[in-house]
C-alpha cells in the first residue's frame, strides 16, 4: 500500500532551530528551574521533617506510655488511700505490743511493720511527717501543743495519726503534735 503524497509539500518542511515555545511550556520550564534549585532545601528539610515526624511519633508513643501509667498509678494511689486505715490500726498493735512487755510479740510485730512500711516506700509511698521535722501546715494538721527543751519550736513532737504523700500528692494529713515556746 502506498502512502499518500502530501498536497502541498512546500508547507511541510522540517523545523530549522528550536520551536516556538508557548507560555504553558515557558511557565513549565520555569517551574522545573525553581524546583531544581529548590532540590537541596526540599532534601534538607525532607530530613527534617522526617526527623520531627519521628519525634512526633516518640512523643505520642511516651504520652500514650505516660497516660497509661498515671491511670495505674491513681489506681495504686486509690488502693493504698483505703488501705491506710489498715495501716493505722497495724500500728496501734505495734504500740499495744510493745507496752505489753511480750517480747516476742515485740519483735514479730517490729519486724512485719518494717517491712511493710519498707514495701510501700518503695512503691512510692512516704510519711507526710516525721519526729523533729518543721510543722507544715500543706501537710500537717496541728492536734496539740507541747513544751519540749530537746526539740526547737515549731517542729513536730509527736505523730499522733500517720500522714501519707504519694509522688507528690498528699494522700492524708498527718495529725501532729507540735512544740511550743515556754
Given at each position: 500500500m502506498r502512502l499518500p503524497r502530501p498536497r502541498f509539500p512546500f508547507l511541510i518542511v522540517p523545523f530549522q532551530g528550536e520551536p516556538p515555545a508557548s507560555p504553558a511550556e515557558d511557565y513549565l520550564k520555569q517551574i522545573v528551574k525553581a524546583i531544581d534549585e529548590l532540590r537541596p532545601h526540599i532534601e534538607t528539610n525532607g530530613e527534617k521533617m522526617s526527623k520531627v515526624m519521628r519525634k512526633i511519633g516518640l512523643l505520642e508513643a511516651a504520652l500514650d506510655e505516660f497516660l497509661e501509667?498515671?491511670?495505674?498509678?491513681?489506681?495504686?494511689?486509690?488502693f493504698f488511700e483505703k488501705f491506710i486505715p489498715v495501716?493505722?490500726?497495724?500500728?496501734?498493735?505495734?504500740?499495744?505490743?510493745?507496752?505489753?512487755?511480750?517480747?516476742?510479740?515485740?519483735?514479730?510485730?517490729?519486724?512485719?511493720?518494717?517491712?511493710?512500711?519498707?514495701?510501700?516506700?518503695?512503691?512510692?509511698?512516704?510519711?507526710?511527717?516525721?519526729?523533729?521535722?518543721?510543722?507544715?501546715?500543706?501537710?500537717?494538721?496541728?492536734?496539740?501543743?507541747?513544751?519540749?527543751?530537746?526539740?526547737?519550736?515549731?517542729?513536730?513532737?509527736?505523730?499522733?495519726?500517720?500522714?501519707?504523700?504519694?509522688?507528690?500528692?498528699?494522700?492524708?494529713?498527718?495529725?501532729?503534735?507540735?512544740?511550743?515556746?515556754k
Open positions: 501509667s498515671s491511670r495505674q498509678e491513681d489506681d495504686l494511689a486509690a495501716l493505722d490500726n497495724l500500728r496501734f498493735l505495734k504500740r499495744a505490743v510493745e507496752d505489753s512487755g511480750d517480747d516476742q510479740w515485740k519483735k514479730g510485730m517490729a519486724i512485719f511493720y518494717e517491712k511493710l512500711d519498707k514495701l510501700f516506700r518503695d512503691f512510692g509511698f512516704e510519711p507526710a511527717a516525721q519526729k523533729g521535722v518543721p510543722f507544715d501546715p500543706s501537710r500537717h494538721e496541728a492536734v496539740d501543743t507541747v513544751v519540749d527543751p530537746e526539740l526547737s519550736p515549731g517542729t513536730v513532737a509527736d505523730i499522733v495519726l500517720d500522714g501519707w504523700i504519694y509522688k507528690g500528692r498528699l494522700l492524708r494529713y498527718a495529725k501532729v503534735i507540735v512544740v511550743k515556746e
